[in-house]
């Protein structure tokens, strides 16, 4: 496919045109939870990246609809829990399509809390242990930007989502 000329001087691409071609980045798969005052809540999400290592902070971006994002952010922390390649249910439950189990259900794996009181997933690839430093609205969703307290991995390949289906990292 190749752009017309008039993509690149409209600074808006076509809503559909943009939800295509994001399906077709391969993205890893997180699940964002917080607990606290506000409540214990979970979601997958797929936007999440490192912003600095000096100091270690990254940010994920949740639908602002989603009582994840007022809850994270009246708690003011959260855990990133990058999914294992064995974990794509998991992913499902907290997408809100539970295949024979409730949706957002915490009892779908085993969780255990962080040094920030944040929740976190014991099988997970890796983990980051965040306190919250800034929260930022853009059109439909929160950005949450975090302070990495703590973070840690396991041997476990990392789950990914491309073209709208699961799949793994080939090994090296």
Known sequence: MTLAPDHLTDPRPLRSDF???????????????????????AQTVSAMTSVSADPP?????????SPLADA?????????????????????????????GAPYDFGC????????????????????DCRLSASYEHGTHRILLGDVRA????????LVHHARAYGAPRAL
């Open 19 to 41: 939800v295509a071609a994001m399906a077709n980045a391969a993205t890893g798969v997180t699940v964002v939870a917080t607990d606290g005052p506000a409540g214990r809540f």
């Open 109 to 128: 794996a085993p969780w255990r809390h962080l040094a920030t009181g944040a929740p976190a997933l014991t099988e997970a690839a890796a983990v980051f």
């Open 151 to 158: 973070s840690g991995l396991t041997t476990a390949r990392p």
């Open 57 to 65: 902070s990254l940010l994920v971006c949740v639908n602002r609809r």
């Open 72 to 100: 994270a952010a009246r708690n003011g922390v959260f855990a990133v829990s990058v999914l294992a390649v064995e974990q794509a249910h998991v992913s499902d439950v907290f997408a809100g399509r539970a295949h024979g």
